[in-house]
């Protein structure tokens, strides 16, 4: 189905955001892993390879309604395949927007967008403004950092159902500094200039406050007591199976329970209790001077996250830095002084965004690896699932269930549940009839392969590990799974596979680590990447089976290897590298993507698709970014009237000051004066419009 196209395409991306965001992962090798069961051991047990490949995904992984072990699960998928009574009835009121290459944030007629907060504007009461000249860390430290990515809308008080008055908590991911500093030298980087980029980092709590009227707009509180910013030096605790553990160990805490900051911020999700889960995704990048020998089992270890190691006579000559070379000023970055700095990063952290006092803390139990986002159900005992992707080529999808009950109202208990439970790996499959069939498996030291022999020697092991654990197990090998979402309204639970140039068409015996297709990854060369559903057996979250589908193949919809739910790909919008996804009220997919640019040649979007009834994959483009920004978020206010999005790195691709490249973007303040700069942007429905809700 593929065969015409090349199996690797030359250039991933554009090379700033490979640089800087997660350390030109691209460009490397997949980072070593066990050649793990894929297509050719699945078709054996399925469909043979020649009649899945002519027949395509679309027919081959349509689950059938007969034959499937999953009781209930057949109950649950047909309701997502029709409007059923008991739902919301579906559908988007807007007028899709065209695909736009424009430099600016576009939406459709009807609507307006204003920017809430822009990197450098004032978070903490007291907060100096932006002064591009003269920015200090202590000032950055205090206003609204660098990349936002991950939005999540907190309600505040009854007063008007929890719409007026909100907390928003957002993620910094990384910082550009070529963009973000009028003379940065990346072969010299001053102190300030990295103290600026650690105090961009982390995340920031915005109060916010609708205004009157039927202009459905929010602006900042600065005066309010529930601003904060956290950066990449902020004390945190670690918690779980892994705190205190001999690997989590360094000389600023022998204890292995406090950590300072939490780096790379990706996406996240939120808890039924009223905290944030914000997570950590390509930590390695942030450490220097790697150097072990090879017979050391944690060079395996690193390796597999994505570190290269050098000799010693490399690292004497300086050739063994971190592209930011943060362990020029602080050595808790260089791997040679500070040898386990580098196993307190990679988790999900969880803040609570209405006590300012609150101490993060990193949840060890839901695992170390490259997270994207961590979203929760509760499981039909009253129990807390969390579902995360790991955000790399050929890695996998996780589920965490706690152990114990989440008790509404009971803050200190509740806060608890993410230290105790089982964290889960998935194995995507095919029935004997040609459904998509899937297994949970436990990642449990002393079960199965994950033994002391194989380096396994407590639970601890298999968590700061967990790439490792979940390759013994035979997981299945993701299209770089991003953002891992239930739909509230369904049960459904959708996967955005973001993209990987890297899969081929068969498996080569030469090359392990580059897998060929399986019907969970069924294009080769995938750069549009797609997007996977799931209901889990008897519709609960503590299952360990689930019935799986294809929902989308991303592209353009003139490709016939494209795939809409069915519906007629000459009606869609095209969409390519789904990334984030967030629910309307009504059970709708809202799709953010990074990378259409590179795939289908348009500025990222956000998407909307009806996931049931009629209208079933009917994928709409309801806004679009400035130049060489990544669309982020998204997230509603709980009335659906108000959208934000999150425009990350507008302009990357350029340097700043340099007349030879300089930033493909002027977005938001179109002075040459000025860099562009990531903002935090909301979208309502105009006054002269008349009903203003935006999802249905
Ligand atoms: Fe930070 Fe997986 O995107
Ligand atoms: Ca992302
Ligand atoms: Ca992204």
Same mark, same amino acid.
């Given at each position: 189905m593929t065969t015409s196209l090349p199996i690797f395409s030359a250039t991933p991306g554009s090379h700033e955001t490979c640089r800087w965001k997660c350390g030109d992962a691209c460009f490397s090798q997949v980072p070593n892993r066990s050649g793990n069961e894929t297509f050719e051991q699945v078709v054996a047990r399925g469909l043979s390879r020649r009649s899945f490949l002519k027949g395509g995904i679309a027919s081959a992984i349509v689950l059938s309604t007969a034959g499937?072990?999953?009781?209930?699960?057949?109950?649950?998928?047909?309701?997502?395949?029709?409007?059923?009574?008991?739902?919301?009835?579906?559908?988007l009121r807007f007028t899709p927007i065209e695909p736009t290459v424009v430099d600016d944030v576009v939406v459709p007629r009807?609507?307006?967008?204003?920017?809430?907060?822009?990197? !450098?504007?004032?978070?903490?009461?007291?907060?100096?403004?932006?002064?591009?000249?003269?920015?200090?860390?202590?000032?950055?430290?205090?206003?609204?950092?660098?990349?936002?990515?991950?939005?999540?809308?907190?309600?505040?008080?009854?007063?008007?159902?929890?719409?007026?008055? !909100? %907390?928003?908590?957002?993620?910094?991911?990384?910082?550009?500094?070529?963009?973000? +500093?009028?003379?940065?030298?990346?072969?010299?980087?001053?102190?300030?200039?990295?103290?600026?980029?650690?105090?961009?980092?982390?995340?920031?709590?915005?109060?916010?406050?609708?205004?009157? $009227?039927?202009?459905?707009?929010? &602006?900042?509180?600065?005066?309010?007591?529930?601003?904060? &910013?956290?950066?990449?030096?902020?004390?945190?605790?670690?918690?779980?199976?892994?705190?205190?553990?001999?690997?989590?160990?360094?000389?600023?805490?022998? @204890?292995?329970?406090?950590?300072? !900051?939490?780096?790379? *911020?990706?996406?996240?999700? @939120?808890?039924?209790? !009223?905290?944030? =889960?914000?997570?950590?995704?390509?930590?390695d990048q942030y450490f220097g001077n790697l150097s072990l020998p090879e017979d050391d089992p944690l060079l395996a270890i690193h390796e597999r996250y994505g570190l290269e190691s050098f000799t010693i006579e490399e690292l004497e000559a300086g050739l063994? @830095?971190?592209?930011?070379?943060?362990?020029?000023?602080?050595?808790?970055?260089?791997?040679?002084?500070?040898? *386990?700095?580098?196993? &307190?990063?990679?988790?999900?952290?969880?803040?609570?965004?209405?006590?300012?006092?609150?101490?993060p803390r990193k949840r060890t139990a839901l695992g170390r690896f490259k997270h994207e986002g961590a979203t929760t159900r509760l499981t039909d005992d009253g129990r807390v699932a969390v579902y995360m992707g790991d955000d790399e080529r050929f890695d996998y999808i996780y589920k965490f269930v706690s152990d114990g009950q989440y008790v509404e109202g009971d803050?200190?208990?509740? #806060?608890? %549940? #993410?230290?105790? $439970? @089982? /964290?889960?790996?998935?194995k995507f499959d095919v029935g004997a009839t040609g459904e998509g069939i899937g297994t949970w498996m436990p990642l449990v030291q002393g079960e199965g392969p994950l033994t002391a022999e194989n380096g396994f020697a407590s639970q601890a092991d298999v968590l700061i590990n967990t790439r490792g654990a979940a390759d013994l197990l035979g997981a299945t090998a993701m299209d770089r799974p991003e953002d891992i979402q239930p739909n509230p309204v369904t049960g459904a639970v959708y996967a955005m596979l973001t993209n990987n140039t890297d899969r081929r068409l068969v498996d080569d015996p030469e090359t392990p680590r580059y897998q060929g297709v399986d019907e969970a990854n069924p294009r080769a060369d995938n750069r549009w990447g797609h997007v996977i559903e799931w209901v889990e057996a008897g519709d609960d979250a503590a299952a360990t089976a689930f019935a799986w589908r294809i929902f989308l193949l991303c592209g353009d919809p003139d490709d016939p290897h494209t795939y809409f739910a069915g519906f007629p790909p000459e009606l869609v919008s095209p969409i390519a590298a789904p990334d984030n996804v967030m629910f309307d009220r009504r059970g709708n997919v809202w799709i953010a993507t990074d990378g259409q640019p590179r795939a289908i040649g348009f500025n990222d979007a956000f998407h909307a698709v009806p996931a049931f009834?009629?209208? &079933?994959?009917?994928?709409?483009?309801?806004?679009?970014?400035?130049?060489?920004?990544?669309?982020?978020?998204?997230? /509603?206010?709980?009335? *659906?009237?108000? =959208?934000?999005?999150?425009?990350?790195?507008?302009?990357?691709?350029?340097? +700043?000051?340099?007349? /030879?490249?300089?930033?493909?973007?002027?977005?938001?303040?179109?002075?040459?004066?000025?860099?562009p700069r990531p903002s935090l942007v909301f979208i309502y429905k105009s006054r002269t419009a008349t009903g203003y809700r935006i999802g249905t």
């Open positions: 499937s072990v999953l009781t209930g699960t057949e109950r649950a998928l047909a309701s997502t395949g029709a409007a059923a009574d008991v739902v919301p009835r579906p559908g009807g609507y307006d967008w204003d920017i809430l907060r822009k990197w !450098g504007d004032p978070v903490l009461p007291g907060a100096p403004e932006w002064d591009f000249h003269h920015q200090t860390a202590q000032a950055q430290a205090a206003q609204f950092g660098y990349n936002n990515d991950y939005v999540a809308f907190f309600s505040r008080g009854s007063a008007g159902n929890g719409n007026r008055h !909100g %907390l928003l908590w957002v993620n910094h991911e990384y910082t550009n500094p070529e963009l973000m +500093f009028p003379d940065y030298d990346p072969d010299q980087p001053t102190r300030e200039q990295v103290d600026i980029e650690m105090a961009a980092h982390g995340g920031s709590v915005l109060q916010i406050k609708r205004w009157n $009227g039927r202009y459905r707009g929010y &602006r900042h509180i600065q005066r309010g007591r529930f601003n904060r &910013r956290i950066t990449a030096e902020t004390p945190m605790e670690i918690t779980g199976p892994a705190a205190g553990a001999e690997r989590m160990r360094t000389s600023y805490d022998p @204890t292995g329970t406090m950590v300072r !900051g939490m780096l790379n *911020n990706c996406a996240g999700g @939120t808890t039924p209790w !009223g905290t944030v =889960l914000t997570c950590e995704e390509n930590f063994a @830095t971190s592209e930011r070379k943060w362990e020029w000023y602080h050595p808790r970055f260089d791997m040679s002084k500070e040898p *386990n700095e580098i196993f &307190r990063f990679g988790w999900v952290v969880e803040i609570n965004p209405y006590d300012p006092d609150f101490t803050l200190s208990h509740n #806060l608890d %549940l #993410l230290d105790s $439970g @089982t /964290l889960y790996v998935a009834g009629e209208e &079933r994959g009917h994928v709409q483009q309801f806004l679009s970014v400035p130049k060489g920004a990544e669309a982020c978020g998204p997230e /509603l206010s709980p009335d *659906n009237q108000t =959208l934000f999005c999150a425009v990350q790195h507008p302009g990357e691709g350029g340097v +700043f000051g340099s007349p /030879l490249q300089p930033p493909v973007s002027d977005w938001p303040d179109r002075d040459p004066g000025l860099p």
